[in-house]
């Protein structure tokens, strides 16, 4: 998401500053006679989160050789072996380059957060040693045995500390058994402690222990094997853990603490792949409306294989409603217990399931994606409580096998009064239930499912919020708004039905505006927020300012090749477009080396110039093309914040310039005249751009990278852009000079960048060169062209016997607007008062402007929006005019084309402009050509004469489409600020009495409705 520019500029300073407090962290790994493993534990090192981390092999079997380049990986074989295995882990951190050091043993496993986890803890201790307190331990079981960090067990796999105190304790003692305790010793000593570990979270737990082993343990017992010491010489392959069992185990653990992490592995058996699931939604008698909200929401949506009943206890009445069966038990809360189990007495007896999922009646699911967390070899799915105390939430739902169920209906000793999910998920372990805690289903509120992420359930819902969330799964947002709280900031997404819902905390509640203009956001879980609308466009309160989100850009992708010092590269970051970067320096150790591969989408590292790196990149990565429409190649010195890529790709699509470019800062190095910041200008059409900071189309970049392609074992620099102009340049497309965005182009010094790759007397020989293989030549000088801007379809609403209308419009507006002038039929009222026409199947009597529309209105409406819905697929950024066939034009108007694109252009986020003298006058100043529009009215406007960009098309014929208000409703665009109004007309609408055809129908009051 796009931000302001000092947004953007402390932004930059907080990931420059990040990158800085990343130390380096040594892994040390001695290692000997366990060649199978090595590959194991390498996998796990590349696989750690943590950027700036190396890992020290120091292998001392004599007749075994291993070699690596993998990036951070550094072995160093030994002939003779180290007499004790102290003296070999002091040799190896001897080698280490960072400042802190982490234990890292070849046969026992560290999941992904290890290094980052004890880093970020050891911080908050503030200690310079760290020890969690709790792992994990592997003896075979898929069911890993919880350990704690006591004196006399096994902890060193696990530590952190500083290479200072590993120092001035004097390094391990040179013993071959309990060298890890007498370092241990030393230590404690010299910090003035008794045993140091720090509290850990089960779902932070970094470390499995490796107890079953396919090699004999030197201090524990396990192992089946001896030791490997047979010859061997190979290069060091990163492979996952072998061990299925063990692989299984690790998968689950991180897919607990992150489920996006890892996908679920296919299910071996046909029924689990494709289970058969009963819903029960647990409900009583006294709660009837919060059975209705689920029908109208979830329970709306079908899923094959997966049913649904809501099942409630004894009733003075029977319920008469076919989904909800009545069980053999008490409806109130103590009995919960009873009525859950007599439910799943019934279900086994008259249903055909795989797996019950048991849920409440103020439980919002996603029946679709239950199939989703049910794992193989898992039969008791539950959320986070399910891990903490044993036993899930019931109200969060949980999800038993069949055969589990089957064993709870069996158990007569069960409680039948107490608390149902405790009661249940206990007796579930007992039984065998394998179990799983997933943080998909939600003991809470919020967050709840929503098309963007992979919840499956929420809790505690009213019906309000059960309605509210269910729009907002099943609709796409209406508007889009950045706020900025006294207590947060976030995104703010309004969906139809004025329901708003905060994006990243997940919190909702309804958006309405007043009459006065006042918004008023009135959440469901916290006090109403109130803000008015400021003459800017955005609303302001005493503690929330909401302003429009950026213009969403078509898919773009920002390439650069990236080289140390560039910090420039860090502006491209946090926008709506990606980010590639190959990094072309030999120095591992420069923060950009090490931060790149985390702050951007792609990154790989090649020393080449930026073009040749892109064929490269994209010929490893073919699927690139086709997965975006817009591609900007940047040098890595030109500084480029998101809301000036957005501004530059918007206007490109909206000129529809194959290659363009930013202009350039005067203040900066300008190679050509054309391509020199001009202030107020839209764009330069020319033949050509430098290749400094260049955006292609999709079709142009292939074009160009077809002729490029032979010449790029040469060309660095000098003539790429001469080639471009060859390969892509048309008269009838040309390319542009992008005015609204401006870039600096640094000077540059012998020795910086691309002088490193190639010479300036070589660059410019290896043009010379190229352009005689190639035969080319440039017989252009670059320079401006002219092409017509992109400019607005109009159409006539006008109906057929208006004929003299017609002959009017025509001799007034053509000269004006000459072949973009149509003319669209009107839907006739006296079609629809005659009953020739049928009236939209809507229920129109009962309106949401207050009132019923006549018959006039109503073919009024039908009208715009057949004008819109065939508009709609065809029309670009440019937009269209619709209009009336009663207006006239002002003095300015042969100018409306230039009129509408400078508004625009100040106004980016209004996508509706009323060309006409507005009913009402308005004082407050939006831009130069636009007024401010208040809110206080409904539709106080007409339809008059009216520009609309797509976005405004389509949301019109989304917000009409129930007939329920008249075509001149701009109430809601109104309110998110995207109607202007110009403040130099460029038509006028003759009268205030109504015509039809070439009649007088009276004044516009006398309304006829349809009976």
Known sequence: MGGSVCGNCEASRIVRQNMQEFPLISCIMPTFGRPAYVGEAVAMFLAQDYPAKELIILNDCPDQF????????????????????????????????????????????????????????????????????????????????????????????LVLFEKQLWEQVGGYPAQGLGEDAGFFKKLHEALSADYIKFPVRREDRFYIMRGKSNYVHMSINGGEKPLDTSPLSMEITPVPIQDAVLSEACRRIIAARDPSAIPSPPNPD????????????????????????????????????VISRFFVGRGETALPEEDTIEVEAGDSYDELPAKVLAFFRHALINFEFDWLFKCDDDTYVVPERLKEIIEPGISFVGDESLAQRGAPSGGAGYLLARHIVEKLVADQTLELRGAEDIIVGEAAIRHGAIPKSTALLNLQPAPFPTSDNSMVSAHWCSPDQMRSIHVVYSTQHIRRYYATHLHWTDEIRVHPGDILFRVTSGCMGKWYVQPSGNLILKWFNWPAEMAILTREGHFSGPRIDLRPCSPEIPPTLLFGSVGEEQSAVLTWLGGPHDVATIYYDADDGHFLAKALPKRTDYFDRRRAGKFQNLIWWLDKNPDILSKYEWFLVCDDDIELRSEEVIALVLEAKRLDLPVSSPSHDPQGKISWNHMRHVEGKDATLCNFVEMTCVLFQRKALIRFLE??????????????????????????KPFGVIHSVKVLNPKRSPGYGIERLQTTKDRHQAWIEVSRRLNLEWSDTPKEVKRADPTPKVVCINLDRATQRRSQIKENWEPVFGSNLEFFRAVDRRSLDQGLLQVPPKEINSLACGRRLS?????????????????????????????????????????????????????????????????????????????????????????????????????????????????????????AGRVGVLKSPVAFHQGTDTFVGNEFRGNASQRNFIP
Request: charged fraction near 25%.
């Open 66 to 157: 291993f070699s690596s380049d993998l990036p951070g990986v550094s072995v160093t074989n030994v002939s003779n072996r180290y007499p004790t295995l102290g003296e070999k882990r002091n040799a190896a951190i001897e080698l280490a380059r960072g400042d802190l050091i982490a234990v890292w043993d070849d046969d026992d496993v560290h999941l992904p957060w290890r290094l980052s986890h004890s880093i970020t803890e050891m911080r908050r201790w503030r200690t310079p040693f760290y020890r969690p307190a709790e792992f994990w331990a592997y003896w075979g079981d898929l069911n890993l045995h919880d350990n704690q960090c006591v004196e006399s067990w096994v902890s060193h796999g």
């Open 270 to 305: 046909g029924a689990t792949r494709n289970p058969r699931i009963l819903i029960g939604v647990c409900s009583c008698h006294m709660y009837p409306e919060k059975r209705q909200a689920i029908r109208e929401t979830w329970l709306s949506r079908k899923s094959d294989g």
């Open 707 to 732: 002729i490029f392609r032979p010449a790029a074992p040469f060309l660095t620099g000098w003539g790429t852009d001469l080639l471009i102009s060859k390969a892509c340049y048309e008269p009838q």
């Open 855 to 975: 018959s006039g209105e109503t073919a009024c409406l039908m009208s715009h929006l057949g004008v819109m819905g065939d508009a709609l697929p065809k029309i670009g950024e440019e937009g269209i005019i619709i209009m009336e066939d009663d207006i006239v034009p002002s003095d300015v108007a042969t100018s409306v084309f230039e009129i509408i694109r400078q508004a625009r252009r100040e106004s980016p986020y209004v996508d509706m402009i009323l060309l006409c003298k507005p009913v009402n006058d308005f004082s407050k100043a939006r831009s130069s050509e636009l007024l401010f529009v208040p809110t206080d009215e409904p539709f106080p406007y007409g339809t008059t004469m009216v520009w609309y960009g797509p976005r405004a098309i389509a949301d019109f014929l989304e917000e009409m489409r129930d007939f329920d208000k008249p075509a001149d409703h701009r109430h809601t665009f109104c309110c």
